[in-house]
T-cell receptor, first 117, second 113 residues
């Protein structure tokens, strides 16, 4: 299994451009997440999804959009890129929450480095 | 508010020395606690996790962590550090129906020969 894959690995955008960061998982996980990682700040949750057709905002959703039309894919869209969106973006997935509240492990992709100039 | 604090931004240890990375959390419900490691340019890999039961949990690569509810802590330890352990370490707390994680700001570990 490939696990969680992300494309592209690296991208440079000009201010105002748009792009989609791709995330795919082959583990049949219901839950998927997008995080951004900034130096010294840890990871912040942007959006998450608990199943196809269901998405919700995380801690830092402004400037981003998501969709979840299939179980496997969870793309992140930047409509008008801004320098503040320069970051490393990680996608993660998990089976979710099992019986008794058991929290499954989140598995992370390798990340996409985005530079907005 | 839910939060995770990793008070040490950088730590340098000598190869073969013991290691302890600190993590304190604030969480309203039963916490589910995780330690992840990130090598340069890589994604995050799970080292270990605590859900319930024995408060001392064993993970991969010889790491262990101890959950102390009274101190709201989940410190990571390793008795003898190897040069390949140089990386950034993140503590995280999760829970609830959506399995969202809250991460600490990370501790960067350097290993001296």
């Amino acid at each position: 299994n490939a696990g969680v894959t992300q494309t592209p690995k690296f991208r440079i955008l000009k201010i105002g451009q748009s792009m989609t960061l791709q995330c795919t998982q082959d583990m049949n996980h219901n839950y998927m997440y997008w995080y951004r990682q900034d130096p010294g700040m840890g990871l912040k949750l942007i959006y998450y999804s608990v199943g196809a057709g269901i998405t919700d905002k995380g801690e830092v959703p402004n400037g981003y959009n998501v969709s979840r039309s299939t179980t496997e894919d969870f793309p992140l869209r930047l409509e008008l890129a801004a320098p503040s969106q320069t970051s490393v973006y990680f996608c993660a997935s998990t089976r979710g929450v099992l019986a008794g509240g058991y929290q499954e492990t989140q598995y992370f992709g390798p990340g996409t480095r985005l530079l907005v100039l | 508010a839910q939060s995770v604090t990793q008070p040490d931004i950088h730590i340098t240890v000598s190869e073969g020395a013991s290691l302890e990375l600190r993590c304190n959390y604030s969480y309203g419900a039963t916490p589910y606690l995780f330690w992840y490691v990130q090598s340069p340019g890589q994604g995050l890999q799970l080292l270990l996790k605590y859900f319930s039961g024995d408060t001392l949990v064993q993970g991969i690569k010889g790491f262990e962590a101890e959950f102390k509810r009274s101190q709201s802590s989940f410190n990571l330890r390793k008795p003898s550090v190897h040069w390949s352990d140089a990386a950034e370490y993140f503590c995280a707390v999760g829970g609830g129906a959506t399995n969202k994680l809250i991460f600490g700001t990370g501790t960067l570990l350097a290993v001296q020969p």
